[in-house]
């Protein structure tokens, strides 16, 4: 079995129980199935059939180490949004030609790096930005590669807070001026125009903002051309949903189709930039019951051992992750409010949960935290950044060791 699956009323991942990692390793713990990481790639890319294209993995919804390196192993190439990320990257052995560099406030230091580093696309988001970078090649006497972060004003209906493609957000340059930017790159002496991207959002559950964005991109592509500039590819961003409560999300074929339908006549290969799709459904944090105690006439808290400070998400999106016993009790189902141990009253993991019985000591699995998870935890009430552990073909390793006090203090003086 491959992933997160329940055996004789265990769960287990990849078919090794979780009890066994957690004793093995503590709580709170992040565990992931390698084998469903590179099972998800797969059929995403086998979803392109022979239209030409590349995967270039988001290192923001998951970087550790490992789990680029299972990627790169399969084909993969990188979407970084810092210089950390290219570094990272780098680090695990992608070559600069792999990177696109996105992100709405790079620093001069972050571009001149890229330049020098001769990315295959430093994705500008700003007029602003472009002539920064221009001006960086310039004086290195060298010739930038940028692609142009569109800004189509279209509504992901994702959350406000990772809905990136209306013109009120932050992100990108407005579609008209973009038209209006195209013509002048005949005659830019230190950038090329290698590509157009977008990025409407992220956790899309609906096909039509993703659809709109691809037809908009393949519009400007046409114009591009037009005006005699050649682009090598466009680069569809990332953003396609995961289930995180059983509900139906567009598949990798529909998402797939949706980019090649709209941009096959430009002939352009196709560059797309999935996180969650790829990793999300191939982590669950695992973490101990530390309390159970009264809350209303029906219901108590569960106060376990993760909380905001390990996954963010619930806190800071109201996200729904599934929570399931790890060893399910016999019992009636009870209501829960799951609580993690961070002093605010906003660290709810999941709210009104129907469980079968949790008693103290009892361990958990939070579903699908394997995207935006762990690269969002953070030291909040000193708590040191939890273990990571990837299970591979029946056996599994720590890929990331828990933080120790030591850490914690190694920065201070
Ligand atoms: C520019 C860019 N590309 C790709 C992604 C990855 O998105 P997702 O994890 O939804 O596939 C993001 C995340 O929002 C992003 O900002």
Not at 142 to 149: E, P, Q, S, Y
Not at 167 to 184: H, M, R, S, V
Not at 216 to 244: F, K, N, P, T, W
């Amino acid at each position: 079995m491959i992933g997160f699956s329940r055996t004789s009323e265990e769960l287990t991942c990849d078919g090794v129980p979780l009890s066994v990692i957690a004793a093995a390793e503590g709580t709170p713990l992040y565990v992931y199935s390698a084998a469903l990481i590179r099972r998800r790639y797969r059929e995403l890319n086998v979803a392109f059939g022979d239209y030409p294209h590349a995967i270039h993995y988001a290192f923001k919804a998951n970087s550790t180490r490992a789990i680029v390196a299972e990627l790169k192993a399969i084909g993969s190439a990188v979407d970084a949004v810092s210089m950390w990320e290219v570094e990272v990257a780098r680090a695990v052995g992608f070559a600069p030609r792999q990177i696109v560099f996105d992100g709405v406030g790079k620093s001069d230091a972050e571009l001149e790096s890229a330049v020098a580093l001769d990315l295959k696309a430093i994705n500008v988001e700003s007029t602003g930005e472009l002539q920064r970078v221009e001006a960086i090649a310039d004086r290195m006497g060298t010739l930038a590669r940028v692609a142009i972060r569109v800004n189509p004003d279209i509504d992901a209906k994702s959350h406000p807070h990772i809905s990136t493609g209306l013109k009120i957000n932050k992100f990108g340059i407005p579609a008209e001026d973009t038209q209006a930017l195209l013509p002048t790159f005949k005659n830019r002496r230190a950038v090329q125009l290698v590509a157009l991207h977008v990025h409407v959002g992220s956790q899309i559950t609906s096909m039509d903002p993703i659809r709109h964005a691809a037809v908009r991109l393949a519009e400007l592509a046409r114009v591009a051309h037009q005006a005699g500039v050649s682009l090598e590819y466009l680069d569809a961003g990332g953003g396609l949903g995961i289930s995180y409560d059983g509900g139906q999300v567009p598949s990798f074929r529909e998402y797939a189709t949706a980019f090649v339908d709209a941009v096959r006549s430009t002939r352009l290969p196709i560059v797309v930039e999935p996180g969650r799709s790829i990793v999300g459904p191939a982590g669950a944090l695992v973490a101990r019951v530390l309390d159970i105690k009264p809350r209303t006439a029906t219901s108590e808290f569960a106060v376990i051992d993760a909380g905001m400070s390990e996954l963010m998400r619930p806190a800071l999106y109201n996200a729904f992750h599934l929570i399931e016993p790890v060893d399910a009790r016999i019992g009636g189902l009870r209501q829960y409010e799951i609580v993690g141990p961070v002093c605010e009253s906003g660290d709810v993991v999941g709210r009104d949960r129907m469980l079968t019985p949790l008693d103290i000591g009892d361990l958990v699995a939070i579903c699908d935290a394997g995207a935006y998870g762990a690269v969002m935890a953070s030291n909040y009430n000193r708590r040191p950044l939890p273990a990571e552990v990837l299970v591979d073909n029946g056996t599994w390793r720590v890929i990331r060791r828990r933080q120790t006090l030591a850490d914690l203090l190694a920065l201070e003086m």
